[in-house]
């Protein structure tokens, strides 16, 4: 729902990776000679240009994240790529490997990938940022940021547009244009390393546009660990808006665990209770919210498994600028970090409100709880194995690999847990040990 001209601008709560990958995709859109979107109030919007860049440079933002924003930003103001050379040198630096422990790549090595990023900036193909423009900065620039698969392969930009819409019904019939969103990149690892992060019980730990999967009904679970049906109550944010949709979730995890996937749609019950609130508010925003995300194996291609996300969406109030961000910024942030192992190598960052100390029991509690229940999901198979020799024809003496194997996870289990106390110690150390109440 739009917020009225006489309502007060609320409170900029966004974290520092939202409010980058938000402020950069606004700010240029309004140098394009786009009306700014109501859901960013002036007060929220930062200086320019350069400071839209810098932000985006030091914040905690995978750096394909960073990257893809920044030459979808300059594809639509182009004279900026010059204007603000020393934001876009920053963004570089900030995502070149760097070497003999220095904190920043090398001039030479930045001034390089500049022209690898001018030659695209420039590229034909009018304002928006297409796949096609990646796949050339990949090929001009991919020996100097060393991308690895997923980052070579992802696919997350110039899928959002007016051009590439499908008809979907509303969950009363109605047939209704809706944007489609995908996402994808390649992975050396199995679809079974992506059972957590699939799981959209998760993906508030991955993305900071995600805020909760609140359950709203018990969880009907499949035999032999093959996935589950729920309902969860999604709260998204996006600019000042907060977006609660009721989704009917289904998990699911194949027998052989070459694929894992869950699909989603708006409960149908949920949101004919909501759409009868008194209060707007209480509405559901959205009337088609639907789709798959998936991680599956794809032999004989450049890596063996395909990670894939495709959402079609359409607001009940007709707001466009909800799905282009959704495009642009949500759905990137939150599927390159699932390429990053968003669970076990970096969290969301903390409100503000949280003091370090507690920032840090937090993390060290978070990654912990995220180490077992991975260590959960890879010591099945060996058990089933383990059960098999026993209940087979015959009695299999190699039941001693399968312990084995389990001692293997769980030593590197507890391996990684060590690390985590490692880290906690530190954060403890570097706290404000006057900033506890």
């Known amino acids: ?67 893809q924003h920044m030459i979808q930003a300059l594809r639509r103001d182009p004279k900026a790529y010059e204007r603000q050379g020393d934001a876009v040198r920053l963004v570089l630096a900030h995502t070149l490997p760097t070497v003999d422990g220095d904190d920043l790549p090398p001039r030479p090595r930045v001034d390089a990938a500049m022209r690898h990023l001018g030659e695209v900036v420039r590229a034909p193909g009018g304002r928006r940022f297409e796949e096609r423009h990646w796949l050339q900065f990949v090929e001009g620039a991919g020996e100097l940021f060393q991308f690895d698969v997923p980052e070579r392969t992802f696919r997350g930009r110039g899928r959002c547009n007016d051009l590439e819409t499908a008809r979907k019904r509303t969950p009363e019939g109605k047939l209704v244009d809706s944007v489609v969103i995908t996402s994808e990149f390649l992975s050396d690892q ?9 799981d959209p019980r998760n993906w508030p730990n991955c993305s900071s546009f995600w805020q909760d999967m609140a359950p709203l009904t018990r969880a009907t679970r499949l035999p032999g660990g093959g996935g589950y049906d729920r309902v969860f109550d999604e709260v998204v944010d996006i600019g000042s808006r907060t977006l609660r949709v009721p989704l009917a979730v289904g998990f699911r995890v194949s027998r052989d665990r070459s694929r894992v996937w869950v699909r989603f749609n708006i ?34 291609g450049p890596a063996r498994t395909l990670v894939r996300a495709t959402k079609y969406l359409h607001m009940a109030d007709n707001d466009g600028m909800v799905p282009e961000l959704a495009c642009d910024a949500g759905w990137p942030d939150l599927m390159i970090a699932m390429a990053e192992r968003c669970a076990t190598r970096w969290l969301r960052e903390e409100p503000v409100t949280v003091t370090p100390v507690d920032a840090a029991i937090m993390r060290f509690v978070d990654e912990v709880a995220a180490e077992y229940q991975q260590g959960i999901g890879e010591t099945s198979p060996h058990f089933r194995r383990l059960i098999g020799r026993f209940t087979g024809a015959s009695w299999d003496p190699r039941w001693i690999n399968d312990l084995l194997d389990i001692g293997k996870v769980t030593a590197n289990r507890y391996g990684a847990v060590a690390s985590s106390v490692r880290g906690l110690a530190d954060g403890l150390r570097n706290a404000d040990r006057g900033g506890r109440p």
């Open 190 to 198: 199995p679809p079974s390393d992506f059972i957590d992060y699939i």
């Open 1 to 67: 729902m739009s917020r009225s001209s006489t309502d007060p601008p609320p409170d900029d709560r966004r974290d520092d990776r939202r409010r980058a990958l938000e402020n950069a995709c606004v700010i240029f859109l309004e140098a394009s000679a786009q009306p700014p979107p109501e859901e960013f109030p002036a007060t929220w919007r930062p200086a320019g240009p350069a400071q839209a860049l810098e932000d985006l440079a030091t914040s905690r933002t995978p750096r394909v994240v960073k990257l």
């Open 267 to 300: 409960d149908p019950d949920q949101y004919a209770e909501r759409k009868g609130a008194t209060d707007p508010e209480d509405r559901v925003p959205v009337d088609v919210d639907t789709g798959t995300v998936s991680a599956e194996l794809r032999p004989g």
